[in-house]
């Protein structure tokens, strides 16, 4: 069993910038890859990034790619999602996720999740 615990979520306004956490106990670390999505009201969850436990590979959606970057930090068992130029498009409940596969960008293929942070960002 995994336990995730996302923080950082906020208010922020357009182009700015958060960093969301991902804390993780329960398993080894590193050997999940992780990922985050996020859910929009009314919308589908969504892939915004993975960081893999197979050669550090990482992948990002297209929506943020350029913008958004992944981290983990194996000593602290934690990812982490550095959001720059925020747009109001980017509001959203954001998820951490871990998954036993070299690489997913499919949330069903994710076993264990966080229970989500609110981002909202103003225009």
């Known amino acids: 069993q995994v336990q995730l615990v996302e923080s950082g979520g906020g208010l922020v306004q357009a182009g700015g910038s958060l960093r969301l956490s991902c804390a993780t106990s329960?398993?080894?670390?590193?050997?999940?890859?992780m990922g985050w999505f996020r859910q929009a009201p009314g919308k589908e969850r969504e892939f915004v990034a993975f960081f893999s436990w197979s050669g550090g590979a990482t992948w990002y959606g297209d929506s943020v790619k350029g913008r958004f970057t992944i981290s983990r930090d194996y000593d602290k068992n934690t990812v982490y999602l550095q959001m720059n130029s925020l747009k109001p498009e980017d509001t959203a409940v954001y998820y951490c996720?871990?998954?036993?596969?070299?690489?997913?960008?499919?949330?069903?293929?994710?076993?264990?999740w966080g229970q989500g942070t609110q981002v909202t960002v103003s225009s």
């Open positions: 996720a871990a998954s036993p596969r070299r690489f997913s960008v499919v949330a069903g293929e994710y076993d264990y």
């Open positions: 329960g398993r080894t670390f590193d050997r999940l890859t």
